[in-house]
């Protein structure tokens, strides 16, 4: 069963589709690559600038990135060294308080010392005058004792007499 169209007298079409089948295919092939080609093109070319355009704002995103961690970066040396000044001074800080407060501890001490060095004298002074004013009035006690005892009465007035003039009792009578 042979279909064949003559065409002319050379070329002959046959139209039965198990024996073209190749032939129809290679046609529609070449069909799908006249008609769907050229907007299967355009559409890889959109797509392609796409992806170009993509990689391009990833490549600058990537570029921004990097710029912001070296400035991160640089921030971060720069408030290390603040840190260390921070720190350096807080220490020069501490050593000044500490030798300002050992300062006003030894003067503190120097002027217990001073306190108590004065307290220990006033109270030797005071001893002593404890001690002379004991001695004085024993003293007394016993001329007054050994007056009385071996001293007649007249010889005992004439003594006070004469001890108060030489004291000055004569400034001390009271005029009347």
Same mark, same amino acid.
């Given at each position: ?12 079409? $046959?139209? !039965? ?21 050229? %907007? ?5 070319? =959109? ?5 170009? *355009?993509?990689?391009? !704002? ?9 710029? /912001? ?7 971060? $040396?720069?408030? /290390? ?5 921070? =720190? ?13 407060? /050992? $300062?006003?501890?030894? %003067?503190?001490? !120097? /002027?217990?010392? $001073? %306190? ?20 004085a009035q024993d003293a007394l006690s016993k001329a007054l ?8 009465? *007249? ?7 004469? %001890?108060? !003039? *030489? ?10």
């Amino acid at each position: 069963m042979e279909n064949l169209i003559l065409l002319s007298e050379s070329i002959r079409l $046959n139209t !039965d589709i198990f024996e073209t089948n190749v032939i129809n295919i290679a046609i529609l092939l070449a069909l799908l690559v006249n008609v769907v080609g050229g %907007a299967l093109k355009t559409s890889m070319l =959109e797509r392609k600038e796409k992806i170009l *355009d993509t990689v391009q !704002d990833a490549e600058q995103r990537l570029q921004e990135a990097s710029e /912001r961690l070296l400035e991160a970066k640089t921030q971060l $040396n720069q408030s /290390r060294l603040v840190i260390n000044k921070i =720190e350096e001074d807080n220490l020069l800080l501490i050593g000044s308080i500490a030798l300002a407060n /050992r $300062n006003r501890a030894l %003067a503190e001490v !120097d /002027r217990q010392a $001073n %306190a108590t060095e004065l307290t220990l004298v006033y109270k030797q002074q005071q001893v002593l005058r404890e001690i002379k004013d004991e001695v004085a009035q024993d003293a007394l006690s016993k001329a007054l004792k050994f007056c009385r005892e071996q001293l007649k009465l *007249d010889t005992q007035i004439q003594l006070i007499d004469d %001890a108060i !003039d *030489d004291i000055g009792g004569k400034k001390w009578q009271v005029k009347f």
